[in-house]
C-alpha cells in the first residue's frame, strides 16, 4: 500500500510525522491519500495542477477568439468603407486651381466619411457629402438649409496623384481642376 502526502502528494512511509517534500505535519492517517489498487489515484494537487492548465487553455481560447473578432470588424470597416464609395486618393485638402464655373480661390477637403469641406482664409466649412459612383466621383451639396441634386462626372489623377481633374458632367469643358 503506497501513501501520499494531502498537501503536496509526495510519497510517505507509514511511520512519517511529517512530509520529507514539503514538511507539512502528518497528524492522523485519515489525512493520508493512500492507493490500494492498481489503478492510478489522482491526488488534489495534481487536480489543481489539471484546473491551472485548463483555465490556461481556455483563456488562450478566448484570446484567439477575441483576436479573431477583431480582425473581423476591421475588415468589415474596411469593406464598409469601400463599398461606400470612397477612394482613398481624394481624401484630403486641394487647391482649386481653376474651372468650375467659379472664380471661389480656396480649398476643397474630401474627408474619409464622406463629408465635403470647402476653406478659405483658414475657415472650413461643410457643404456637402461625396463618393464614387463607379469611375465618376458624386458631390452632394447642402447650403444654407438647401440641398442640391447630386452631380456625378468622370475625373481623371495626373501629376503622381498631386493633381485632379473633375470633369464638366455637361460637356461643357468647365472643368475643376484641383492640385494637392
Not at 470612397?86 to 466619411?113: A, L, M, V
Amino acid at each position: 500500500m503506497v501513501k501520499y502526502c494531502p498537501n503536496c502528494g509526495f510519497e510517505i512511509k507509514s511511520e512519517d510525522k511529517f512530509c520529507l517534500n514539503c514538511g507539512i505535519k502528518i497528524e492522523s492517517k485519515s489525512q493520508v491519500i493512500t492507493q490500494t489498487s492498481t489503478e492510478e489515484t489522482v491526488h488534489p494537487s495534481q487536480l489543481i495542477y489539471q484546473q491551472l492548465q485548463q483555465k490556461k487553455l481556455n483563456m488562450k481560447l478566448i484570446m484567439v477568439i477575441i483576436a479573431i473578432i477583431i480582425i473581423i470588424v476591421f475588415i468589415a470597416t474596411v469593406f464598409f468603407v469601400l463599398l461606400r464609395g470612397y477612394d482613398s486618393r481624394f481624401i484630403g485638402t486641394w487647391t482649386i486651381q481653376s474651372g468650375g464655373g467659379s472664380t471661389f480661390t480656396g480649398t476643397i477637403i474630401f474627408e474619409s466619411n464622406g463629408d465635403l469641406k470647402t476653406g478659405y482664409q483658414g475657415i472650413q466649412i461643410t457643404v456637402g457629402k461625396w463618393s464614387i459612383d463607379g469611375s465618376r466621383v458624386c458631390l452632394e451639396y447642402s447650403l444654407m438649409g438647401s440641398t442640391y441634386p447630386k452631380i456625378c462626372s468622370s475625373y481623371s489623377f495626373s501629376n503622381g496623384g498631386n493633381s485632379l481633374t473633375i470633369y464638366d458632367p455637361t460637356g461643357g469643358g468647365n472643368n475643376l481642376i484641383l492640385i494637392k
